[in-house]
């Protein structure tokens, strides 16, 4: 059975730091992404790896501010996220896909739940 378990959402003042954690089981995944979705708006991509975590590729708003990350012995991928800003402020997912489409590819066959995080100003 596939799991994506996200976590380490929460609220955190501007300017502030985060790391989510997303740890899957069931397969292994061969790219991971992530997304947001803000209250009234549609889901949005955030950033996504490959296999290795060597090939990497990020949404304009968060380029230079959020790195995405894997260890596969441990089989998580993480979003570390720098400098926070009120419009971060979304539910955030965790996608994974087990098939060799490029990180560019915006579909993902699986999801986790979401976890939630709040910048304040």
């Known amino acids: 059975q596939v799991q994506l378990v996200e976590s380490g959402g929460g609220l955190v003042q501007a300017g502030g730091s985060l790391r989510l954690s997303c740890a899957a089981s069931g397969r292994t995944f061969r790219r991971y992404g992530w997304f947001r979705q803000a209250p009234g708006k549609e889901r949005e991509f955030v950033a996504a790896?490959?296999?290795?975590?060597?090939?990497?590729f990020y949404a304009d708003s968060v380029k230079g501010r959020f790195t995405i990350s894997r260890d596969n012995a441990k089989n998580t991928v993480y979003l570390q996220m720098n400098s926070l800003r009120p419009e971060d402020t979304a539910v955030y997912y965790c996608?994974?896909?087990?098939?060799?489409?490029?990180?560019?590819?915006?579909?993902?066959?699986?999801w986790g739940q979401g976890t939630q995080v709040t910048v304040s100003s």
């Open positions: 790896c490959n296999q290795s975590g060597g090939s990497t």
């Open positions: 996608a994974a896909d087990s098939t060799s489409r490029t990180i560019y590819y915006g579909e993902y066959p699986y």
